[in-house]
Every structure is written in C-alpha cells, then in structure tokens.
C-alpha cells in the first residue's frame, strides 16, 4: 500500500473519488491539478493541503493564486504543471486526466519509478507500447482503475502465464441495440445518462458510443500483453460481473462488484493488500438476472473502428483516440450530431500516415493532427 499521491485531474468524478479514497486510508496528498475548476480546487487545497497544485488553464491558475494567497501551496500551470504534479515527492500518481494530455505526465512518474494508479485511457491508447517498455525498465508498477482492467488485474493476480482469453465486459450504453436512425436526434443530455455508472460527460458519452469499450479492448492489450484476438467483447448490461478471464484448462474467472469506481481505485491504491470499504456489498437474493450478448458491430461502429485500429497498430489508435476526444467535445458543444462522433473520427483514421513503429514525437504529431480533422471536416 502506498503512503503518499499525487492526483491529476483532481476535480473530475475520479478524481474527487480518488481523494475520498485518499482521505479514509490516511495517504497523504502532495499535488494535485484541474483544468479550470478554481473554485473546487480551492476547496481541495484548503482541505488536504499539498505542497503543489496546477492548473492547465492560465487564466484558472492565475485566479487560483489570488483565491489561495494565505495558503503555503505553490501554483503551478499548463502541461508544465502537471509534468512537475506527477514528479512531486509522492509514492503514487493517480492519472485521472482525460485525453492523451496525461501522455507526458505518466511517462515522468514512470521514470520516477512512482505507482501509476491508470485512469487516463488514452495513455496507453496512444502510446502502449512505449508506456508499458518504460514501466518495465523503471520497475514502476502499473495499476489500472478502470474497473473492467481492475477486473482482470484481479482475476490474473499469480494467473498470468495460465490465460487464454480475457472476457471484456460492458453494459452496452443508454442506446444499447439503437439504429443508426434512432440515434441520429440523441443529445448530448441524453448521452451523458448512464443506466449504470456516474461518470464524467467525455467518458459517458464514450460509453455511449461504445468507443469506451474500444478504448479498453486496446488499453487491456498493451495491459496485459495479449493480442486483439485474445479478447472477446462481451455485452452485460448489468454491470455486475466487470470482466473476466478464461484460463488455459477452460476455467473462467469473474471480478463481481456493485458498480461503483470507489472500488477499483481504492484497490489501486492500497495493493497488494485489501483494506476495509464503505461501499454497497452485492446483494444476491435480490440481484436481477444476468445476461450476456455479443456486441452488435453494425449498431457500435465506434467500437468496430477501435477494434481494427487495435489489429492496424501504428499511430491509427492515437488518430482515433484525438480525433474522437474533439468530435465528442464538439457534440457536447452541440455544434455536431452525435452521429457525426462516428463519421469524423472515421475520416481522421482514414487519413491518418501508416507508421509501423512511431516514436512519442510521431505519436504527438498524429494526436494533433487528428484533432484538427475532426475539427474542419
């Protein structure tokens, strides 16, 4: 168990979550950074008083100055200030940022040899390859916090040279079995309802699309050192089992929880141990029945592309990881239809240079031209 965190993207639902979690096992908080929410990093500066805070807005970092001026943190601002927040004096590193901003970060506290308790989906997404050789090389432990990954690290714990396959389940989303035609009119207030997690609106709508899940199937790849068919989707829309894994002799093992991150991150922080919860306990007597389904391919394109990205390697999973972290930005914004998250990231795929083994510069370079694709088109 670790003594000590950091916590990037302090504000979010993992992020507070992550300082709850925090807070109940005793760890101490050295840094933490936002995006631009002042007014609730002031309340978490005041209340478990780092040494360092950062704000990757310059305007949110200037007002956070004046808003903490009595207190002894230092401010820190931009992609600068969450490199220096992931390098401070702490034992783990909760990346809960979103998008491939949290690449550079993660990659500092790797070398640092800090445990990385992974939030941030796009940093293996992006760059897999070259996060889990410097993780290998440094020795820095990789915890995952997502639950379906939680699952599986659960599942393979002194079981890794005996898996066959890894079972990724996910609920399916709001518009589980939806045509084409009937998502066209979805909005973003629609999106953003999961039937089952409380999440942020970026991963709600991913989970919508089921480009979460396709962002999973490559993450869990570079994870857990397997091959694109070595995991099978499976659709469960109770969201009871969060994954599972079969073993060589046919055997499968399944993580059961409520669904609840609570879980997952407390467990990244306190591993290899257990340490008491407050959360639900499953009920059984009065659990639903569960049900399981192979993903409609046709109705969750977004998840077929991520899969062929997964099988095309290269810089396609960063292209479609940018190109759809914009299109999803600008659905939210309603200046496009939620089809369209679909159609932009396609086209950015489509566009995107065939590149076998890309270094960081490559991959930084694809992030930002994804983005501008999916913005212009």
């Known amino acids: 168990m670790i003594k000590s965190i950091s916590v990037l993207g302090s504000t979010g639902s993992i992020g507070r979550q992550s300082l709850e979690a925090a807070a109940r096992l005793g760890l101490r908080v050295e840094a933490l950074t936002a995006q631009r929410s002042v007014e609730l990093m002031e309340e978490q500066i005041r209340r478990f008083r780092p040494s360092f805070a950062a704000m990757y807005d310059e305007k949110a970092a200037a007002a956070l100055r004046v808003a903490v001026a009595d207190m002894d943190v230092e401010i820190g601002e931009g992609l600068s200030g969450l490199r220096r927040a992931a390098a401070a004096d702490c034992e783990g590193v909760v990346t809960a940022v979103s998008g491939a901003v949290g690449l550079r970060p993660t990659l500092d506290a790797i070398e640092l040899k800090k445990r990385i308790c992974l939030a941030n989906k796009e940093t293996l997404v992006c760059a897999g390859a070259l996060v889990m050789a410097a993780a290998a090389r440094t020795g820095a432990e990789i915890i995952p916090v997502d639950s379906e990954h939680s699952a599986i690290f659960q599942c393979l714990e002194g079981r890794r040279d005996q898996l066959k396959k890894i079972l990724l389940t996910g609920s399916g989303g709001p518009f589980r079995g939806w045509t084409r035609e009937q998502t066209a009119s979805v909005t973003p207030q629609q999106a953003v309802k999961h039937p089952n997690w409380s999440m942020g609106a970026k991963i709600s709508v991913d989970s919508a699309t089921m480009m979460n899940k396709g962002l999973e199937f490559i993450e869990a790849m570079h994870l857990f050192a397997v091959g694109p068919d070595d995991i099978q989707v499976v659709v469960h829309p109770q969201s009871v089992i969060h994954s599972m894994v079969e073993l060589t002799d046919g055997t499968v093992l399944a993580q059961l929880a409520v669904p609840d991150m609570g879980l997952p991150i407390q467990y990244a922080m306190t591993w290899p141990e257990r340490a008491p919860s407050p959360y639900r306990r499953l009920d059984f007597w009065s659990m639903r029945d569960m049900t399981f389904q192979a993903p409609d391919l046709e109705k969750t394109p977004c ?22 972290e914009r299109a999803v930005a600008l659905f939210l914004q309603g200046r496009i239809g939620y089809n369209d998250i679909y159609d932009r990231v396609a086209a950015a795929v489509e566009r995107a240079p065939r590149i076998a083994d890309p270094t960081l510069d490559d991959i930084l370079q694809a992030d930002a031209q994804a983005r501008l694709a999916a913005e212009e088109r």
């Open 303 to 324: 998840l077929a592309l991520a899969m062929d990205c997964a099988r095309r390697g290269g810089v396609a999973p960063a292209v479609m990881s940018a190109a759809n």
